[in-house]
């Protein structure tokens, strides 16, 4: 069977690109998505704390991390791995930031008509953060040929980090679909 590199894209090459991107993620992932108000994670855990029972649902909820906030109002998320988990590869993962030394870097390659999941590890810090979105971008010499864009979700500090593993996608197939793909994967939205 003949292989077909997938990598996901580290330089900046679809530059003007970027520019629609951001018009169509505006109105595309988060089309009906309104965040409420800001308020700072103290505020959540010191409201209604006359209630015992309330303040211990908002601890299982939102974990015990009062002496991690240092006055900070503003979340942080921080994404260490990226990775591929797929039949033909198993679990593959790269730390994060991908060292941008060359034109682009191959991190795995898949066979035509593979199924694969994409697999993210982050913390988030100081803060609830809302609406962390992804646009996963496929290019075949310079050419976009697929685009899937979603939301992660939103998502309480907590020490541990979290996993989230994006759908099941399928490489392309066929003589026609042969050849050497590139990937973009952008993350944002953070609220």
């Not at 240092?70 to 991908?98: A, R, T, W």
């Not at 310079?142 to 309480?156: E, H, R, Y």
């Not at 996608?169 to 793909?181: K, N």
Request: hydrophobic share 35%; aromatic share 8%.
């Amino acid at each position: 069977m003949t292989e077909k590199p997938l990598a996901v894209e580290v330089c900046d090459d679809h530059e003007e690109d970027e520019e629609d991107d951001n018009k169509e993620d505006a109105a595309g992932a988060l089309a009906g998505f309104v965040p409420g108000f800001f308020v700072s994670f103290k505020e959540q855990i010191e409201k209604d704390k006359d209630d015992d029972s309330l303040r211990r649902w908002k601890e299982k909820l939102l974990g015990c991390l009062e002496g991690d906030l240092n006055g900070q109002m503003e979340p942080e998320v921080k994404f260490y791995s990226i990775g591929i988990i797929s039949d033909d590869l198993g679990e593959v993962n790269h730390p994060l930031p991908i060292d941008r030394n060359g034109d682009g870097i191959l991190l795995f390659t898949l066979n035509e008509g593979s199924r694969y999941q994409l697999k993210l590890t982050f913390t988030v810090l100081h803060n609830i953060v809302s609406g962390i979105t992804y646009s996963n971008t496929v290019w075949k010499v310079g050419l976009q040929v697929d685009q899937n864009k979603g939301m992660l979700g939103t998502f309480a500090p907590q020490r541990e980090p979290y996993v989230h593993i994006l759908d099941e996608e399928t490489t392309p197939s066929g003589v026609l679909a042969r050849g050497i793909y590139s990937a973009k994967l952008k993350l944002g939205g953070v609220c």
